[in-house]
Structure formats: C-alpha cells, structure tokens
C-alpha cells in the first residue's frame, strides 16, 4: 500500500510540473504535429528517463536537507538570492528583442536523444521536486528511503510521460494557445519567481 502511495505522490508533483507550458511540452506539440504522435513518444521517453533521475536526485536533497535544519537558513538567504536573479534574468529574456531564430528540424532517429538533451537543459526540474518533497516530508507524506524515491521516482516518471503524451495526442486544438502563453513565459516566471523571493525576503526579516 505504501509503495501505490508515493508512486501516487510522484506521478501528482509530476503531472503539476508537467502541465504548466513550457520549452518542453511546446516542442512536444510542434514535433507531434508535424510527425505524428508515435514518433512525439520518442522526445517524451527521452524527457520522462532524465526525469525520472531528477526526480530521485531531488528526493535525496530534500532528505539531506531536511535532516540538517541548521543549513535551512543559509539555503533560505542563497535561494532567495537565487530567485532574485533568476526573476531579473526572465524579465531581461522577455524585453529583449523578439526577433524570431529559425527552428531546427529535429530526425526522427535522434528524437529521443534530443529529448533527453532537453530534459537535461530543464534546470527548473531538480529545485521543483526538492521544493515539493520538502513540503511532503515537512507534512509528513513523505519519508526517505531508497526503495520508498524509487517508488515515487517511478510515479513522476510515469505522470510526466501522461501529461507530455496528452499534449501530443491534442496537439492541434492547443498549439496556438501554448504558442500565446510560451511566448509570455518567460514575463509569467519572472513575476512567479519575483513574488516567491520578495515573499522569502519577508519572511527571513521577520524570523
């Protein structure tokens, strides 16, 4: 029963990142539309094996840091100011010109190791997981062990494959939304980013 709950939780947080519009599900889209959806799995079996290490690497951070709470601080300050650049660094990206660079066609042959190359460039993914286990674990959904981020390693792996395919199998009706909202993404993480480490900053002057 335990091992059913955190393939639950993995394929949850999974399909919670999955579904959000990014670099990631927009070249899904644009691939399964101009290949067809079998060949749109080979990119997303290449997102979904690198997630599923990523996923396992962000379990065993958040373990390691929750264990050691005198460090939480100092990550606290480094995160904040980690955010603090990021946010800047997003809106720098969208202000800047919108001059369209030619898309590469990507071989069918290489399409799952694009996606796997893709999936590594995906630095978001790793301080997702750590952020959500920290929360499980904090709440006590969540305890550490290997077999138990295997599980969950399995879920997200299997949430992140769904979600992705779903974008292939519908990548008609919603490539001009996805177009709209990537296009401000990077406008959208800024503000995100911006508001989460104002918030952190509050939240260290008051400690």
Known sequence: MNALIYVLIGFLIAS???????????????????????AALYIIAGYATVLFFQANLGAYLANVLMKNSEYITLIQQIGTGILFLLSIN????????????????????????????????????????FTFISLSIAFKYFEYSFVNALYF???????????????????????????????????ILGCLTGVVAIGNFIYLLIK
């Open 90 to 129: 997003f809106f720098r990206v969208h202000f800047q010109s919108k001059e369209k660079v030619p898309e590469k066609e990507i071989p069918k042959s290489k399409s799952y190791f694009y996606g796997v190359m893709m999936s590594l460039l995906n630095m978001m993914a790793i301080p997702f997981y």
């Open 153 to 187: 390693s399995i879920g997200s792996t299997i949430g992140s494959f769904t979600l992705y395919s779903l974008y292939a199998i519908i990548a008609k009706r919603i490539e001009n939304r996805l177009d709209f909202i990537a296009s401000r993404m990077d406008f």
């Open 16 to 38: 919670l990142g999955s579904i959000t519009p990014s670099f990631l599900n927009l070249t899904v889209v644009k691939y399964s539309l101009r290949n067809g959806i079998k």
